[in-house]
């Protein structure tokens, strides 16, 4: 049963806490230091850019940090739970639950319909078939989709697939927003769009992370970590462009 | 809970997939197709047969012993058993005396004989020397005149009640009732013709081309020479009976024979048990033969899906990734394939099972009687779905163990 992990507590300072963490990788005979002691805390509703050239580790850690991978050594908790302990089954569990990941190429399953694509998370955590269709369309309405919810992934535009990918990762109401280049695969205009809608989600109190190489998707954020071989070199509170957050 | 959600997913992924694939999935399914066809038609065709030999030793009937000299089927050792005295109608009278009221004794002779009436001709046609107790031992009756009575046996008549089938030839379909035909040099009148008997498929006697006639006329007519042998049939009151009345009648024999207890029995007591062994021995070994072919279609069939289902692994990599990132857990993804496979191995069992169906009844038509059986469905159903899941079982674990970072990444 999933009743074990922890939904949502106010009482607790840091949703995301990861101490020291080193991932080495061995490829053939070499090692690769992909991140070498990273040591960061999110607290709840934060809106984080991780940022960093190619090869700086920002994968990795985002990989850590959805709890796709764990750390070589070091820990990483997050919302009490300490992730390198767990089994894989634990980890899809933490995943489904915890975690909802918007990427690049939005991965949404082809054949499946949009509802149906909205509801995976609520079939594989074990919800009832209405609960489901409720909270799918919810999450459709959220993202402004309700009326596309037969269509296949095929039949949206680039910008709509991203919706339908955001309304997925918070269909079962995660712990933080883990997304991954989100307007990679996007023109500025839909970019912008679904960045304004980050930061809607943002003011209504959902915890975000967005993993990126553009400036101007890291200025949304309110604070920027920068990556560099592995390790922290900047992490930096801003405030609020004016101009970019309050649309809609 | 939590499964059976696993379980709809699994098989809505695995429908979709094989929509998607329509053709392929068909192809993919020849070769449990024809392995399905092959052990449909085996066992259908067995079935068949086994009904086919029972129709046709259904007057042999199953609670009737038959004392004779030899047995009836010999495998081997035929010598262990040509020294052996024949049965003399005596041991029969004796024998009934003894079973007197416990069950029903009717001795029998026969011999082969040409048959002629007016310019028609008959060879070699099986002359029974029955009495008329042989309409309590086997359930057939005339179709037209009547069977032998105590009267003729007493009085020794020349009487014949004929087979169906010789009253199509001799008599061209004619009446022939109260007609004089020729049994070798003795003339005989005939009093009835048997109902049709049937079921001569698989080297039974036939029975609807022999001449019943009294026991006491034959003895007279064709002499209790030697090699003329006796065989006593014995019908047993009831089904249960029919063991206990086994021992009775080799106690009761060997009494007559004044056997004593080191000696072995020097006659047989044949029932159709014995003649079914032999035929589930033969049969036996066509079925062997059926199962080998079904196995190694079966085997080939697996093999296509296996190497299918590793196709369509790798296709869905990324899925696999996708749906891993959102908490599809191994079991989950395990599940999804082994439906996939399931699927596609059921499909074929079904047009396996289409197409036996119609070979059924063609052979049905043509060849002999047959009809698929719904425990035969259930079996063929059964053994598409197993081949299904271990031809899918390597590739399915395959997907599942998948990294979800590596599935995600790729192309």
Known sequence: ?248 | MRVLLDVNESFRIALSAIRANKARGVLTTLGIIIGIVAVITTMTAFNGMKNAFREGFSSIGSDVLYVSRMPWVIMNDFFLYRNRPPLELAEAERLELSLEGRAIVNPTMNTRRSIQFNAARMDGIPIIGTTEKQQAISSTVPQIGRFLMANDVRLRKRVAVIGVEIRDLLFSGANPINKKIRIGSYWYRVIGVMEKQGGTTFGGPNFDRQIYIPISSFVKSFGGARGTDVSIAVKAPSQEAVEDLEYELIGEMRKIRQLRPSEADNFTINKLDTLMGAFNQTMGIMILLGLIVTGIALFVGGIGVMNIMFVSVTERTREIGIRKAIGAKNFSILLQFLFESAIICLLGGMIGIVLATILTSVINANVMPASVSVPILAIAILLSLLVGVLAGFVPAYKGARLNPIEALRYE
């Open chain 1, 1 to 248: 049963m999933s009743a074990s992990i922890p939904k949502l507590d106010n009482t607790m300072a840091s949703t995301l806490a990861i101490r020291d963490v080193v991932k080495t990788y061995t490829m053939g005979a070499e090692t690769i230091h992909a991140l070498r002691g990273v040591t960061l805390d999110i607290d709840r509703n934060e809106y984080v850019a991780i940022m960093g050239p190619s090869g700086s580790g920002k994968s990795t850690l985002m990989n850590v940090i959805g709890c796709l991978d764990v750390p070589t050594s070091g820990t990483y908790s997050l919302e009490g739970e300490m992730v390198a302990d767990k089994t894989e089954s634990e980890l899809a569990d933490i995943r489904n639950r915890l975690i909802g990941f918007v990427f690049q190429t939005f991965n949404l399953i082809p054949r499946a319909n949009i509802l149906h694509n909205v509801e995976l998370p609520l079939i594989y955590g074990g919800v009832s078939r209405a609960e489901r269709r409720r909270l799918a369309e919810q999450a459709l309405v959220r993202v402004g989709l309700q009326d596309r919810m037969t269509h296949k992934p095929n039949e949206l535009s680039g910008g709509q697939r991203q919706r339908v990918a955001i309304a997925r990762a918070l269909v079962f109401n995660p712990s933080i927003l883990l997304a991954d280049e989100p307007t990679g695969n996007l023109d500025s205009k839909t970019g912008d769009e679904i960045m304004r809608m980050f930061d809607e989600l943002h003011s209504s109190g959902q915890t975000i992370i967005v993993v990126t190489h553009e400036d101007y998707i890291a200025q949304h954020a309110l604070r920027t970590i920068f990556l560099k071989d592995g390790m922290i070199e900047t992490d930096r509170r801003q405030a609020k462009i004016q101009g970019l957050g309050a649309a809609g």
